[in-house]
């Protein structure tokens, strides 16, 4: 009886709030488009997560690929060398524009930070060349005209490379007119597709505008509602744009590796909800499309 009873409940609530009810967790796999490796983690290797344990991480979550970038950029390529000889994960390496905490309020207008940037593509990693650039962080949105900032959209657009960056929708905007392409050609990544609470509409109108803009979306407010499915608003914009979402983990902070488990169990469960080929595209597919992997 008791189980009728929550099957009548699920029903209920599924029918009343648009959401499926007893969708079963998406179980395929999982490409991670926003991971650092940052120098707190691995600290040498003798940090709390030395390389084997975020490879761990990874491999018993699923997770077949991840976007990596770090602070400073030695993490990265540490990660790089380790998951081209690990057979399961492929590390898709992006140049961070960060060598210290301090660069994260002035990178846009320090032009050390552009000949960082030249020096680490030429460099590459063990894995291969650098694909993007990023991720990057803008407080104000104006500071998107900042000259650096500039010259590295315009970099990122003539060469291909692809940019992740943490901004409010109206940076977009202005970092993709500062391309030569004026965001038509510009893969832009858009860290938690509005971190601020940026309207689903206006995210709407963004897809819309400019055709390679990808959302990632790891800490985006109302994105979830009861039992960690998907609020109604939100299901039907990935399922309008089910090439435009990627996940990440956002492993910003130490916190964030610890609870690794539960972020890609969270993302299983509301992936679960969507059509099968949309829950596939946005956890898989969308970001290993980009990048060339199988």
């Not at 490409?31 to 761990?56: C, K, M, R």
């Not at 976007?67 to 390496?93: C, M, Y």
């Not at 689903?200 to 055709?211: C, G, I, S, T």
């Not at 956890?283 to 499309?289: L, M, P, Q, R």
């Amino acid at each position: 009886m008791g189980n009728r009873l929550l099957a009548v409940i699920s029903i209920a609530i599924g029918l009343a709030t648009g959401l499926p009810a007893y969708a079963a967790p998406y179980s395929g796999p999982l490409f991670d488009a926003h991971l650092h490796y940052n120098e707190e983690a691995w600290n040498g290797q003798t940090g709390p997560h030395p390389i084997s344990d975020v490879l761990a991480r990874m491999q018993r979550n699923g997770v077949r690929a991840v976007l990596a970038n770090s602070r400073p950029n030695d993490g990265t390529r540490a990660l790089a060398e380790a998951g081209a000889a690990q057979a399961g994960v492929t590390v898709v390496p992006f140049v961070r524009l960060y060598r210290n905490r301090a660069d994260y309020d002035n990178w846009f207008r320090d032009d050390t930070i552009y000949q960082m940037v030249q020096a680490e593509l030429a460099r590459g990693t063990p894995a291969g060349p650098y694909r993007g650039l990023g991720e990057f962080h803008l407080y104000d949105s104006a500071n998107a005209n900042g000259p650096v900032a500039r010259q590295l959209m315009a970099l990122a657009d003539s060469r291909g490379l692809a940019v992740l960056a943490h901004v409010d929708d109206v940076a977009i905007d202005l970092l993709m007119a500062n391309t030569p392409s004026k965001g038509q050609q510009t893969r832009l990544i858009w860290a938690h597709t509005g971190i601020g609470g940026t309207p689903v509409a206006r995210v709407d109108a963004l897809m819309a505008r400019y055709p390679l803009l990808m959302g990632e979306l790891s800490y985006r407010p109302g994105l979830t509602c009861e039992g960690g499915l998907l609020c109604p608003e939100w299901r039907a914009l990935l399922i309008k744009y089910p090439n435009r979402f990627v996940i990440g983990s956002d492993t910003w902070v130490n916190q964030r590796w610890q609870y690794y488990d539960e972020l890609m169990q969270g993302y299983r469960t509301w992936l679960g909800g969507l059509p099968p080929e949309v829950a596939r595209a946005i956890g898989w597919d969308n970001a290993a499309g980009w990048f060339g992997l199988k």
